[in-house]
Every structure is written in structure tokens, then in C-alpha cells.
């Protein structure tokens, strides 16, 4: 008789402490960051950023982060039994970072060392982020309980900077249980790895969730062309996010786009966190693709009307 799922969707990704800086040019320039960039940082460098920032900037939002951390968060408030495989540090900020993973189970998360940071500099209105990984990229496939992994009926996965814990995910896809269900959410930062690095996921995923830039990026085509080749990879779905634009779904027979509702923008940080998790709850509760996605595109576009989560979907929210 097989084990029995006590989870729906199990996110396995970074959790990191988010703080949200609004900086003037001057600072940016002493930093050596320019709007609209996402840069990697090692440790060392850490707490000579976090004094400049806490001197000559405004903190603005301090909050639980990291994609797949987002997801689940979400997933959680729309009334899915959500998981987290992860890593945090053994710090006050993993402490703060665990809490505020609300009604998602932690029992996949290891501590060791210091808690990833990512800083979100607000620069006239555009972003820039700096992302410190540290705890998040020294995950190993051992650290890994397979019991935990699975539980549940979909890992959804996200990315990571380094190449460990990049490594840890591919073999726990490989390793899967049939029955079990992959969504993905590239990012930026596995998007530049190229379509070969990521073809093992690929080939075992359902759902694939890329901005239309990051199509772009991975096949070296227009995003409509890109999506096409990458359905022939594996996945079943792809719902590209496409910012105010809204998303587009493709599948092997069809594509339909969804136009985003107009809204005044405050914070774009986790919008497609956002979308992932509304897809995939309409998904789980038995919704057709088309209302998964309106769905998912109604509430991503309603979470960047906030800083951080403020405006994540209220508890047990259906739209």
C-alpha cells in the first residue's frame, strides 16, 4: 500500500530575509549598482553594504523572502497544504524567516551557517537587487529527507545562485516518484544556465513558469517560437508571465493570452511567486487552464499594489 500524501504542493527553493531600501543615485553609484539589475554578492561583503544602506538609506519593508518561500506563503493563505525543502542559517534572521512562513510545513528545512539576505534598492522608482545567498547554496542532495520529498502531489521548484543545491534539485527530480508532479519556475538566475542545463528538469516538468524574457533568453528565439521548443522538452503547460501585460498559456494544442487588470505599482518583488501559487491552487482544485490563469494573473497583479506581501491573497481567498 503506498505512503499517504499529507501535502498538496512542496516548494523547494530559497527562503531569504528581504529588506527594501529607497537609495538616491549617489549611494548607488558608491555601491557600484545600476537600476534595474540583479547582482550576486559573497558574505564577506554583507555587512559593509547593510551600513551604508542603514546610514544612508530608508528601510522601507523588512519581510520573509525568496521565490519558492513566496509560493508557499501564498499557496498556504489560498488553502493548499503546503511544504518547504530548504536551508536557512543558524541566526536570528533564520528564526525571523521561519516564522514567517505561516501555515506551511517546515519539516524539509536544514540550518546551517547564515541566513540568505536579498536587498531590494529602490532607485527613482526603478529596483535593483542584491542577493547574498549563503545558507540557500550549500544544500546537498543528503540534506534532503526523500520521505518528506514524497509527500505530496507536485514539487514545485526555483532557483537557486550556486551550483550544489542546483545540483540537489536535478537529482531529487531524477529520483521521483511517477506519480509525483514537477512545476518550475526558472528565474533570472537559472535562465542564464541555458535550455542544456535545465533539459534534465524540463524533461520531468508539468508546469513551467518563465517570464516571456526568459524564454527568450533560454531558446535564443521570440518568446511564442521559444515556448513552442520548449514544450517539445517535457512540460505539459507553460504560463509565461509577462508583467502588466498579463500571461500567455501554451500547450501542445493550444496558446490563449490572459490581460493583467490595470493597478498602481508598488512593489514587483514576487508577483510571479504570486502567479505560480494561484495557478497551481485553481489547478489542484480541478479549474480549467483558462481560469487557473485568471486566477493566478488577478492576484499577482493585486500583490504588487504592496510591499513585499502586504498584498498577498487574504486567507483561504478564492478569486
Given at each position: 500500500?503506498?505512503?499517504?500524501?499529507?501535502?498538496?504542493?512542496?516548494?523547494?527553493?530559497?527562503?531569504?530575509?528581504?529588506?527594501?531600501?529607497?537609495?538616491?543615485?549617489?549611494?548607488?553609484?558608491?555601491?557600484?549598482?545600476?537600476?534595474?539589475?540583479?547582482?550576486?554578492?559573497?558574505?564577506?561583503?554583507?555587512?559593509?553594504?547593510?551600513?551604508?544602506?542603514?546610514?544612508?538609506?530608508?528601510?522601507?519593508?523588512?519581510?520573509?523572502?525568496?521565490?519558492?518561500?513566496?509560493?508557499?506563503?501564498?499557496?498556504?493563505?489560498?488553502g493548499?497544504?503546503?511544504?518547504?525543502?530548504?536551508?536557512?542559517?543558524?541566526?536570528?534572521?533564520?528564526?525571523?524567516?521561519?516564522?514567517?512562513l505561516?501555515?506551511?510545513?517546515?519539516?524539509?528545512?536544514?540550518?546551517?551557517?547564515?541566513?540568505?539576505?536579498?536587498?531590494?534598492?529602490?532607485?527613482?522608482?526603478?529596483?535593483?537587487?542584491?542577493?547574498?545567498?549563503?545558507?540557500?547554496?550549500?544544500?546537498?542532495?543528503?540534506?534532503?529527507?526523500?520521505?518528506?520529498?514524497?509527500?505530496?502531489?507536485?514539487?514545485h521548484?526555483?532557483?537557486?545562485?550556486?551550483?550544489?543545491?542546483?545540483?540537489?534539485?536535478?537529482?531529487?527530480?531524477?529520483?521521483?516518484?511517477?506519480?509525483?508532479k514537477?512545476?518550475?519556475?526558472?528565474?533570472?538566475?537559472?535562465?542564464?544556465?541555458?535550455?542544456?542545463?535545465?533539459?534534465?528538469?524540463?524533461?520531468?516538468?508539468?508546469?513551467?513558469?518563465?517570464?516571456k524574457?526568459?524564454?527568450?533568453?533560454?531558446?535564443?528565439?521570440?518568446?511564442?517560437?521559444?515556448?513552442?521548443?520548449?514544450?517539445?522538452l517535457?512540460?505539459?503547460?507553460?504560463?509565461?508571465?509577462?508583467?502588466?501585460?498579463?500571461?500567455?498559456?501554451?500547450?501542445?494544442?493550444?496558446?490563449?493570452?490572459?490581460?493583467?487588470?490595470?493597478?498602481?505599482?508598488?512593489?514587483?518583488?514576487?508577483?510571479?511567486?504570486?502567479?505560480?501559487?494561484?495557478?497551481?491552487?485553481?489547478?489542484?482544485?480541478?479549474?480549467?487552464?483558462?481560469?487557473?490563469?485568471?486566477?493566478?494573473?488577478?492576484?499577482?497583479?493585486?500583490?504588487?499594489?504592496?510591499?513585499?506581501?502586504?498584498?498577498?491573497?487574504?486567507?483561504?481567498?478564492?478569486?
Amino acid at each position: 500500500m503506498g505512503k499517504k500524501k499529507n501535502l498538496q504542493v512542496i516548494c523547494f527553493g530559497a527562503i531569504n530575509l528581504d529588506l527594501i531600501f529607497e537609495i538616491n543615485e549617489e549611494v548607488a553609484s558608491r555601491l557600484n549598482i545600476r537600476s534595474g539589475y540583479e547582482y550576486f554578492k559573497d558574505v564577506e561583503e554583507l555587512d559593509r553594504i547593510l551600513d551604508i544602506l542603514q546610514n544612508e538609506g530608508t528601510l522601507k519593508h523588512k519581510e520573509g523572502g525568496g521565490s519558492a518561500a513566496n509560493t508557499a506563503v501564498a499557496l498556504s493563505r489560498l488553502g493548499i497544504k503546503a511544504g518547504f525543502i530548504g536551508k536557512g542559517g543558524n541566526d536570528r534572521e533564520s528564526d525571523f524567516l521561519l516564522d514567517s512562513l505561516e501555515g506551511v510545513d517546515k519539516r524539509g528545512i536544514r540550518r546551517d551557517g547564515r541566513s540568505g539576505m536579498a536587498l531590494s534598492l529602490l532607485i527613482k522608482g526603478e529596483r535593483s537587487i542584491i542577493v547574498f545567498p549563503n545558507a540557500n547554496d550549500t544544500i546537498r542532495i543528503e540534506d534532503i529527507d526523500r520521505d518528506y520529498a514524497e509527500s505530496c502531489d507536485i514539487i514545485h521548484l526555483t532557483s537557486f545562485a550556486g551550483d550544489s543545491s542546483f545540483n540537489a534539485q536535478k537529482s531529487l527530480v531524477s529520483s521521483l516518484s511517477s506519480k509525483i508532479k514537477v512545476s518550475f519556475d526558472p528565474g533570472i538566475f537559472y535562465s542564464k544556465r541555458g535550455i542544456e542545463a535545465l533539459t534534465p528538469i524540463l524533461m520531468r516538468t508539468e508546469i513551467f513558469f518563465p517570464e516571456k524574457k526568459e524564454i527568450e533568453m533560454l531558446t535564443n528565439k521570440p518568446w511564442k517560437e521559444g515556448a513552442k521548443r520548449i514544450l517539445n522538452l517535457g512540460p505539459k503547460v507553460i504560463a509565461c508571465t509577462m508583467g502588466e501585460e498579463g500571461s500567455h498559456i501554451f500547450t501542445q494544442n493550444e496558446d490563449f493570452h490572459i490581460d493583467a487588470p490595470r493597478v498602481t505599482v508598488v512593489d514587483t518583488t514576487g508577483a510571479g511567486d504570486v502567479y505560480a501559487a494561484g495557478f497551481l491552487s485553481s489547478y489542484l482544485n480541478g479549474r480549467s487552464l483558462k481560469e487557473s490563469a485568471i486566477n493566478a494573473t488577478n492576484l499577482a497583479s493585486r500583490s504588487v499594489t504592496g510591499f513585499g506581501r502586504e498584498n498577498y491573497p487574504e486567507k483561504l481567498e478564492r478569486v
